[in-house]
Structure formats: C-alpha cells, structure tokens
C-alpha cells in the first residue's frame, strides 16, 4: 500500500484546511485508517482514525469537535477536515493505514505517507 499525503500548507489562526490522503493498493480501501501529527521537537502524536468501511471514528481529545475524518473508498481517500485550528496544530500530518484495526498507537500502522506540513500563524 502506497499512501499520498496532500492539502497542507499556511493558514490563519481560526481558519480551516482539508487535508486528503490518496492510497493505492489492491487492498487499501480494506484497511482501517489514520492521522498523526508531528510538531518541531515533539514526538509523533494521535490525531484520528476510522475505520474501513467510515462507519466509526475516533480522536485524540485535542482536535475532538473541530477536525473530521472521512473516507471515501471509491476514490481510495482519506480526509482530514481541519476547522478553527490553532497555532499549537503546526505539525507534519501523516496518514497511515492499519491492516490489523485502527489505534491511536503508531506502532499499529504499516504503511506510512510522506507526510504534509500545516502551518498555522497567530
């Protein structure tokens, strides 16, 4: 499984970006899936995760009613709806996918996109 982390880039204290993570893979739209993040000098963090069919959803309490997971498995993508986001939300996003069920763990998840960097200014 391939993963293609895309959306991120500069955006104001308070405003919104959708972050999307394409993957490929005979596969990949059967694996339950998730965000982490990692921010300067910090250590790679939960942020969300759902499973493969977009029926259950779950998030680090960080973000919980302002950032939204979904999936749309006909076009094997995964999104990160990111709303009134704060500086502290700064960090690399990583999507990755989990063969044996979704965690909060990154120790759960095999395969690993690049990543994408979301900036926000105060």
């Known amino acids: 499984v391939q993963l293609q982390a895309s959306g991120g880039g500069l955006v104001q204290a308070g405003g919104s970006l959708r972050l999307s993570c394409a993957a490929s893979?005979?596969?990949?739209?059967?694996?339950?899936m998730g965000w982490f993040r990692q921010a300067p000098g910090k250590e790679r963090e939960f942020v969300a995760a759902i499973n493969w069919s977009g029926s259950s959803t779950f998030y680090a309490d960080s973000v919980k009613g302002r950032f939204t997971i979904s999936r749309d498995n006909a076009k094997n993508t995964v999104y990160l709806q990111m709303s009134s986001l704060k500086s502290e939300d700064t960090a690399v996003y990583y999507c990755?996918?989990?063969?044996?069920?979704?965690?909060?763990?990154?120790?759960?998840?095999?395969?690993w996109g690049q990543g994408t960097l979301v900036t926000v200014s105060s």
């Open positions: 893979g005979r596969t990949s739209s059967r694996y339950d």
């Open positions: 990755a996918a989990a063969p044996r069920g979704a965690t909060t763990l990154a120790m759960g998840y095999d395969y």
